[in-house]
């Protein structure tokens, strides 16, 4: 079993929808939890990072984070054609330790 | 503007050549690292340095080499050891007051071995 699993998509989506990505992980040791957006044949930029449980809300991006459940999720409200990319989820058992990425989700929003 | 240079953007390598992806970065960062990415697979860490003349391997070491004689500059070699190097190849950096989870990314080289 992977550390960490997440859809490859793709996902396809019409804008102005809300968009639901998500990763499990195995390890329950994990407590800071990282969004990452990638355009094609570009590096990855950090979206949203979140320490332990909860919500946290940016703009029109919310990432939550379920301990219990071990599975994490970013939701898009509104979502736009420039948030057509690959959006890779990551986790790590404290702020200087490895961390673990997941493949990532493809999403494409139509406009 | 800070940021983080990686250099060629596109790289071609015969079998049993050695190849050095470059890595510049102007942010004053302590920590860098190298990652492999590939399709349908996470992130993958090949060395990290978290200090001038030192550096740790990462969880796929094997065949490439890398240096940290300057902080702003920290190139990965890869060499004909490596099995299967074709791969698009991330260079990071981060503070030293934080890790790993706030790294900031470069642009990428993809690899080809033809």
């Known amino acids: 079993q992977k550390e960490v699993e997440q859809d490859p998509g793709p996902l396809s989506v019409p804008e102005g929808a809300i968009v639901s990505l998500n ?24 979206l949203m990072y979140t320490y332990s449980s909860g919500n946290k809300e940016d703009g029109r991006f919310t990432a939550q984070v379920d301990k219990s459940s071990k599975y994490i999720s970013l939701f898009i409200r509104d979502s736009q ?31 | 503007d800070g940021g983080i240079t990686q250099s060629p953007k596109y790289l071609f ?21 190298w990652y492999r990415q590939d399709p349908g697979q996470g992130l993958r860490l090949i060395y990290y340095s978290q200090i001038v003349n030192d550096f740790q391997k990462g969880d796929i070491a094997e065949g490439y080499s890398v240096s940290r004689e300057k902080k702003e500059s920290f190139p990965l070699t890869v060499t004909s050891a490596q099995k299967n190097p074709t791969a698009f190849y991330l260079c990071a950096s981060s503070p030293r007051d934080r890790g790993p989870t706030e790294a900031f990314f470069g642009q990428g080289t993809r690899l080809t071995v033809v």
Not at chain 1, 25 to 32: C, G, L
Not at chain 2, 19 to 24: G, I, N, P
């Open chain 1, 81 to 111: 054609p420039s948030d057509s990319a690959t959006y890779l989820c990551a986790m790590s058992k404290t702020s200087y330790d490895k961390v673990i990425f997941g493949p990532g989700t493809s999403l494409s929003v139509i406009p």
């Open chain 2, 13 to 33: 390598r015969k079998e049993g050549q050695n190849v050095t992806l470059s890595c510049e970065q102007n942010l004053n960062h302590d920590a860098m690292y």
């Open chain 1, 23 to 46: 990763c499990t992980y195995s390890n329950s040791a994990f407590q800071y939890f990282m969004w990452y957006r990638q355009y094609s044949r570009k590096g990855p930029e950090l």
